[in-house]
């Protein structure tokens, strides 16, 4: 299902023969969220050198470049996203005792609220009198390029606030599509390797470890398959939601003049975003975990059976004792105290920015 998903806005997994009717087909919607989030940053960086407020459009200016980049990094490795699946679904036909169908249905629950509170809140914003008002002001205040184009102000205003509309939906859908995606197939992970180190623990016979070993080292090979493939996508989508929470959480707290109808987008904005990194971070954590808790037994067992792993082939050996982990963008094992990193990150850094220019 993830992968239908995705292809509604241009990520297409499996492979076309080019310059056919439905290769061009399929590169239509990428073509079409690539050309809405470019003109979306032309719009964001003509506001930020002719409108008063910086910094709004400055975290919005961030938040789409980072958009641009990950739409490409997860375009670039669509084929290693259907090739760790296939891996995880091998591993699982060996053990034949995993049924993955009941694992997927929660994260398609959470997919749907997400998509449908996404969808009112746009909607919300596109109609709400307060936001018209709002950008129509900023509008007037961008003359020459509507004397440059020769356009009706109104609409200037109607194709400016529909970009930023279909910009606003199409990062909220691809961040939820590719969080959900990881967050899934960590769970398959530690599903599987919890299930390897209760047989280890359980059945010692030397047949039966050879092809348990055999599995974990190819687990442990889709393991590094996705940090080397998505430790970059991830990396940038943590930090596309820090700046999303801390846009959202700083305009709450220190903007004056807050109404309820400004309040409720932001909070939700700041919501949205502190889920996804929970949910990212929690998840890599714990897989982590799992696989650290896996390799100190493969490492005891080694102690205790020398010959059972002299008998299975270098590759595998290398594979099972190998140590292999969930990171961002190679830099940071991705572990709970990331989390809390995070928030003190947030904290910090909001009462700084907010406290400045003040008097005590």
């Known amino acids: 299902m993830f992968f239908v998903l995705f292809q509604i806005f241009?990520?297409?997994?499996?492979?076309?023969?080019?310059?056919?009717?439905?290769?061009?087909?399929?590169?239509?919607?990428?073509?079409?969220?690539?050309?809405?989030?470019?003109?979306?940053?032309?719009?964001q960086m003509q506001c930020f050198i002719l409108l008063s407020d910086k910094t709004d459009e400055l975290a919005h200016?961030?938040?789409?470049?980072?958009?641009?980049?990950?739409?490409?990094?997860?375009?670039?490795?669509?084929?290693?996203?259907l090739l760790v699946i296939k891996e995880i679904d091998r591993a699982n036909k060996k053990l034949q005792l995993i049924d993955f169908?009941?694992?997927?249905?929660?994260?398609?629950?959470?997919?749907?609220?997400?998509?449908?509170?996404?969808?009112?809140?746009?909607?919300?914003?596109?109609?709400?009198?307060g936001n018209m008002i709002e950008d129509a002001e900023n509008i007037l205040k961008m003359n020459s390029t509507i004397n440059f184009l020769k356009i009706e102000p109104s609409y200037y205003l109607l194709v400016f606030r529909a970009i930023a509309w279909l910009d606003y939906f199409i990062r909220c859908s691809i961040l939820s599509f590719f969080t959900?995606?990881?967050?899934?197939?960590?769970?398959?992970?530690?599903h599987i390797l919890r299930l390897l180190l209760k047989q280890l623990k359980?059945?010692?016979?030397?047949?039966?470890?050879?092809?348990?070993?055999?599995?974990?080292?190819?687990?442990?090979?889709?393991?590094?398959?996705m940090d080397k493939e998505f430790s970059l996508p991830v990396c940038l989508i943590v930090l596309m939601c820090m700046i999303g929470v801390f846009w959202g959480g700083y305009r709450v707290v220190f903007q004056k003049n807050m109404t309820t109808e400004n309040l409720l987008p932001l909070l939700y904005?700041?919501?949205f975003y502190s889920f996804l990194l929970i949910l990212i971070i929690s998840s890599a954590a714990l897989t982590n975990?799992?696989?650290n808790e896996t390799k100190t037994f493969m490492h005891s067992l080694k102690c205790k059976i020398p010959l059972l792993f002299q008998e299975i082939d270098l590759n595998c050996t290398r594979n099972v004792l190998h140590s292999s982990s969930l990171t961002l963008w190679k830099i940071y094992e991705i572990d709970r105290s990331l989390l809390f990193s995070c928030i003190g990150a947030l904290l910090t850094y909001?009462?700084?920015?907010?406290?400045l220019g003040k008097e005590s």
């Open 10 to 43: 241009g990520i297409e997994v499996k492979r076309i023969k080019k310059r056919s009717i439905l290769h061009f087909a399929k590169n239509c919607p990428k073509y079409f969220v690539s050309i809405v989030i470019v003109i979306e940053l032309a719009l």
């Open 202 to 225: 359980v059945d010692c016979l030397p047949d039966h470890l050879k092809e348990v070993l055999y599995i974990y080292a190819d687990t442990t090979n889709c393991v590094e398959r």
């Open 101 to 129: 169908k009941g694992y997927k249905y929660p994260f398609i629950a959470i997919f749907v609220i997400l998509v449908v509170l996404t969808s009112i809140w746009t909607v919300w914003f596109f109609v709400n009198e």
């Open 289 to 291: 975990e799992s696989i």
């Open 180 to 190: 959900l995606y990881y967050s899934l197939v960590c769970s398959f992970i530690r």
């Open 269 to 271: 904005c700041a919501i």
């Open 61 to 81: 200016i961030g938040l789409t470049v980072l958009l641009l980049i990950v739409y490409g990094l997860i375009y670039r490795r669509r084929q290693a996203m």
């Open 350 to 355: 909001g009462i700084l920015i907010g406290t």
